[in-house]
Every structure is written in C-alpha cells, then in structure tokens.
C-alpha cells in the first residue's frame, strides 16, 4: 500500500465550477498536510497546508482534512482555466520531517 | 527575496560517469530537502538535512548516493557511476525549520543518462 493515494485523473471541469480532488493516506500518526500545484515542466508550488480536523480556506481554496477517515482533500472554487495542472498531495509519516507525495491529480479546466 | 535556486538546470551523462548537483536554500531556512521525480511519478524523497543535526538519509536509493551540507547553506547531491535509471529531475525544497514543514522548491535539475 502506498503511504498516499491520488487518482490520477485526469479530472475535467467547466470554468466556474468547482473542482474536487482527493487523498487518502496510510499512516495514522500523520500530522502535516500539504497541497502542491506543479505546472507542466515546473517545480511543485505549496497551495494549502492543514493541520487540524476540518476545513481551511484561503481565497478560492478549502482544505479539509478528516484524520479519522485518513482523507485530505481541496476544493477550487470559481476554477479558472489557470488552475489546470497537477495537484499533489504530501503527507508526512511517522519520522515528521520525512514527506510522502502522491503521484498527484491532472486537473484540467475547460473554458 | 530570492527562492530556492538549483544549478546545473539540465545535465545530460553518459553511464558510469559522476555527476554534482548543488542547491542554495532560502536565505535563513534551516531544513533542506531533496528529492526525484521521474516522468509522470510523484516526489520520491531523498535525504533531509536540518541545521547541524544528522541528515536523514533514509531514502537514498543506493550507496551510489550521496549528499552533503555545509551548516544551513548550500547542499551538493552526488551521484556516482550514473546509470539510465537515474534519469529523472531531481528537487531540493527548503522550509524555514524544522517544525514549520511548508516546503518551497527550487526549479530542479533535470539528470539524463545516456
């Protein structure tokens, strides 16, 4: 089992509307919860980071995080063709400075 | 201020060859990171250094790797006799320590081996 599971996508939507994307993590002890976008042939770019049960929101992006169902989530809203590339998702384990990625999600945004 | 900067951009080998990849931190960030990605792949991760204590080097995948850093300043990765699985973009992140883990990544390098 993989310490964090994306799906791979890719997921469409129309602009405006508002993209779901999801990840599941395997260690329960996990503290720290990370967005990254990461543009085609660019380096990740940290969105949101998470620490507590619930959501987090900081402009047109919600974090929510649910430890006891080990599931991470972010919601874009008002998506923008701009908001398409990958979405990873990085969690750390039970050595905290020590980050798992996902293999991310490919959003694409359709004007 | 000034990000994270990574030097050399692109670096194409040939097999069996050594190669030096270097990374400067964000000036005052204590925690550096480094990891690989391969085409299409997530972040695998590396190694961890923070300040002065003993690095993590829990994910380096041979001793053909290796890594080094001078206090909080610039880190080198070191891969030795290159082979084509090495193939990948290598990522240095750094974060301002080591209980803040929001990690801010430099472009990367991107190793070829032929």
């Known amino acids: 089992q993989k310490e964090v599971e994306q799906n791979s996508g890719p997921l469409s939507v129309p602009e405006g509307a508002i993209a779901s994307l999801n990840c599941t993590y395997s260690?329960?002890?996990?503290?720290?919860f990370f967005w990254y976008r990461q543009y085609s042939g660019k380096s990740p770019e940290l969105i949101m980071s998470?620490?507590?049960?619930g959501d987090k929101e900081d402009g047109r992006f919600t974090a929510q995080l649910n430890k006891a169902s080990q599931y991470v989530s972010l919601l874009i809203r008002d998506s923008q063709p701009s908001d398409s590339a990958t979405y990873l998702c990085a969690v750390n384990g039970k050595d905290f400075n020590k980050f798992y990625f996902g293999s991310g999600t490919k959003l694409n945004v359709k004007p | 201020g000034a990000g994270v900067s990574q030097s050399p951009s692109n670096k194409v080998t040939e097999k069996g060859k050594d190669v030096e990849l270097r990374c400067d931190p964000i000036?005052?960030?204590?925690?550096l990171y480094w990891y690989r990605q391969r085409l299409g792949q997530g972040l695998e991760f590396l190694i961890y250094?923070?300040?002065?204590?003993?690095?993590?080097k829990s994910g380096l995948p041979s001793d053909r790797f290796s890594a080094e850093r001078t206090g909080e300043s610039v880190s080198t990765l070191t891969i030795q006799r290159t082979q084509q699985e090495d193939s990948a973009v290598y990522l240095c992140a750094s974060s301002l320590t080591d209980w803040s883990y929001e990690q801010y990544f430099g472009p990367g390098t991107r190793l070829t081996v032929t």
């Open positions: 000036s005052g960030h204590t925690a």
């Open positions: 250094f923070q300040g002065n204590s003993a690095p993590d």
């Open positions: 998470i620490y507590s049960n």
């Open positions: 260690d329960r002890v996990s503290q720290s």
